[in-house]
């Protein structure tokens, strides 16, 4: 028998705070530069780095939270049958938390004991452990922290179901998943849709991340010997092209036991001819975790964060009190840092099972990698063959319009936004099964709307946050029609963030200059300081930021931004000026804290900043080294001091070996 409930799940956890206010844009080069091995196939040279630039807009940055942790309760939904119980989290990106194996009493995922925040996703805040599901753009989704639809729905034979979904506002597509669960079967199953329903082509992106238990036993699989793998040992390129199972960038070790890697790091199976690409993580006795799926899901990763203190911290930084991981990962590009085109009006499906898996063990951890291999992939296929697959994906393509229910929990209100617009404008259809409620838009929804259907945005004191923000292009016409008959602040200021983001700058500067004749505001002056420090000018760009300041003294992020712009020129008293003038809980903020650590260093005040080096920072960067650097800074001085003569360079490596950050500090990928 299978059931679908609504089911609270307390945990030590974080609030997420406020958004941040200031619109993050995108990088002005589109693409991504990247070094390749002589050895790379012409074939996988295509495409790789396009479209890979950061970016955010039209979402705002989550970068407001602490390691400040409360009993939180969250709702859970959980799908279960006699075999499988899966605990997915809608309040958070959807996060498919556990997925518990019940004849063997197994956890099959990496379970984080905690809701703990960090920065590793576009938006900045991210969390480890479960299944994640990353759709539209490189990185971390946009929706990793925030809720998405949860509807009920019914399998082929009667049995309850559950689809996530949600409307993706940067590259206006729309995305479900639908989860069945048959009574007996072994498998859950994951039908996943991405539908463009639009006149123009798109850039496209899924991953869908697992994280597993970690330990010296646990042996990724995957059927095939071609890896494209990211290179850690200092050559010329970054994605080299070999075999597995031996690679240089796992100190020519085995690199299917991720323990044998001392940096953090990453490979990509290139299954290309797979007609059922698949990927496990298996212990010393030969059992563990497996997915697999139909052939448009075709490629595969494994990311570790390697044996080193700085990996071991971000382990333990994650999920502290839990158990190490590592990751494998299903996407549809040859890696994550290959473009893929997404056609017009294009709706794209695929299926993934996921579940617990038996084979041999001696055969699993074979020195002989076609043997290891080949063993799970016979053993796999017995169970459930390329063909079953395909027909299970036919089953539930065929069930994916098909209305869900009833809605179990609310996502966002900008998909009834972007339904309301495209009625009013007659733009193509969307499928059925994206129903988003008109009760679920809020403030900021309905602030769009009135611009929809009254021509205008309603107006907003310069005080007041700007709230969220639009890119989409039918929106930019709306908007830049409302502009050119009303003399409104908000609206150019709203105006030269879409210009911006469509790289038109000096438009985008126009719009900002207009807004600020009309009516001073910290948004507009902020903006063009982007401009300017873009364009070079550090003069102007540090004008621009101080009048922002001065007239939204107490913002962080407004201080934030001004501090690291003086930081950056070297102006560091004039930085200490800035942050002498915020109020106390403001100085408090965790960036704000390591801008003062590096403030104090560079003026000397080296008891300030041992000080700040005891604390645990929450917003520290994937592969930042501020912090250490910071550290291993306040030595040389000290020692410099002692001796009356700056360390040489030969002098300042021996301090980094002699002298090593605290492992709370310790945030480096690599330390070779």
């Not at 807009?57 to 499988?84: A, C, G």
């Not at 699993?364 to 053993?379: C, L, M, N």
Request: some cysteine.
């Amino acid at each position: 028998m299978t059931t679908l409930r609504v089911e609270p799940l307390t945990m030590p956890g974080v609030e997420l705070g406020a958004e941040n206010p200031l619109p993050r844009f995108r990088e002005r080069n589109p693409h991504r530069h990247v070094r390749m091995d002589a050895a790379m196939p012409e074939v996988k040279k295509t495409l790789l780095g396009a479209e890979c630039g950061n970016r955010v807009l039209p979402y705002r940055m989550q970068d407001n939270y602490t390691r400040q942790r409360t009993p939180i309760s969250y709702d859970t939904v959980v799908l279960e049958n006699d075999i499988l119980k899966a605990t997915f989290m809608p309040c958070l990106g959807g996060r498919l938390w556990s997925l518990f194996h019940k004849p063997s009493q197994r956890e099959l995922l990496n379970r984080n004991p905690v809701f703990q925040p960090a920065n590793l996703a576009n938006r900045n805040a991210w969390f480890s452990g479960g299944i994640e599901w990353n759709v539209s753009q490189y990185g971390h989704t946009f929706g990793t922290c925030a809720p998405v639809y949860a509807a009920a729905i019914t399998g082929a034979d009667g049995e309850p179901g559950l689809r996530l979904y949600e409307y993706e506002r940067c590259k206006n597509l729309f995305w479900q998943i639908d989860f069945y669960l048959p009574p007996g079967s072994p498998w859950l199953i994951a039908h996943t849709r991405v539908a463009n329903p639009n006149d123009n082509d798109t850039s496209m992106y899924w991953w869908t991340n697992t994280a597993v238990d970690e330990s010296p036993t646990v042996r990724v699989l995957a059927p095939t010997r071609k890896i494209i793998y990211t290179d850690v040992t200092g050559k010329h390129f970054d994605f080299g092209y070999g075999e597995m199972p031996i690679l240089a960038t796992f100190d020519n070790k085995d690199a299917s036991y991720s323990l044998h890697s001392g940096s953090a790091n990453e490979y990509f199976f290139q299954q290309d001819t797979a007609d059922m690409p698949w990927e496990a993580a298996l212990d010393h006795d030969g059992s563990g975790f497996i997915e697999a799926s139909t052939p448009f899901l075709r490629y595969r990763k494994m990311f570790c964060w390697g044996s080193h203190q700085g990996g071991r911290h971000w382990q333990e930084f994650l999920a502290p009190g839990g158990k190490p991981y590592l990751e494998i990962q299903a996407g549809i590009a040859p890696t994550q840092l290959h473009g893929l085109n997404m056609p017009a009006r294009a709706d794209w499906h695929w299926t993934q099972i996921f579940g617990m898996f038996q084979g041999d063990a001696t055969a699993v951890h074979s020195p002989d990698w076609d043997v290891a291999w080949q063993s799970v992939d016979h053993a796999l296929k017995a169970q459930l063959s390329p063909a079953q697959l395909q027909a299970i994906d036919a089953l539930y393509t065929q069930r994916a319009d098909l209305p869900a229910t009833h809605i179990v929990q609310a996502g966002s209100g900008w998909g009834a936004v972007e339904l309301a617009r495209r009625q009013v404008q007659t733009a193509p259809a969307v499928p059925a099964s994206f129903v988003f409620p008109a009760t679920t838009m809020g403030v900021e929804q309905t602030k769009w709307l009135t611009l929809l259907t009254d021509g205008h945005l309603p107006s907003q004191a310069p005080t007041a946050l700007p709230g969220e923000w639009m890119v989409q292009p039918e929106w930019q016409t709306l908007l830049e029609q409302s502009a050119q008959t009303a003399n409104d602040w908000y609206a150019l200021l709203h105006v030269g963030v879409m210009r911006l983001e469509h790289f038109d700058a000096v438009g985008a500067a126009a719009a900002w200059q207009a807004s600020l004749a009309l009516q001073p505001s910290a948004w507009a002056w902020r903006n063009l300081a982007v401009l300017a420090r873009w364009n070079g000018d550090v003069g102007e760009a540090q004008r621009c930021m101080h009048e922002a300041w001065q007239l939204s003294p107490d913002t962080m992020e407004i201080a934030q931004e001004y501090m690291e712009l003086l930081c950056a020129a070297n102006l560091f008293g004039e930085a200490q000026v800035v942050y002498q003038a915020l109020p106390a809980v403001v100085q408090q903020n965790d960036r704000i804290q390591i801008l003062w650590g590096r403030i104090a260093l560079e003026l000397g005040d080296l008891a300030t900043v041992e000080q700040l080096m005891h604390h645990e920072y929450a917003v520290v960067r994937e592969g930042e080294t501020e912090l250490s650097d910071i550290w291993f800074g306040m030595w040389y001085r000290r020692l410099a001091a002692e001796r009356g003569t700056p360390l040489s360079d030969a002098e300042k490596a021996e301090v980094r070996k002699n002298y090593p950050p605290p492992a709370h500090i310790d945030f480096r990928s690599i330390t070779k």
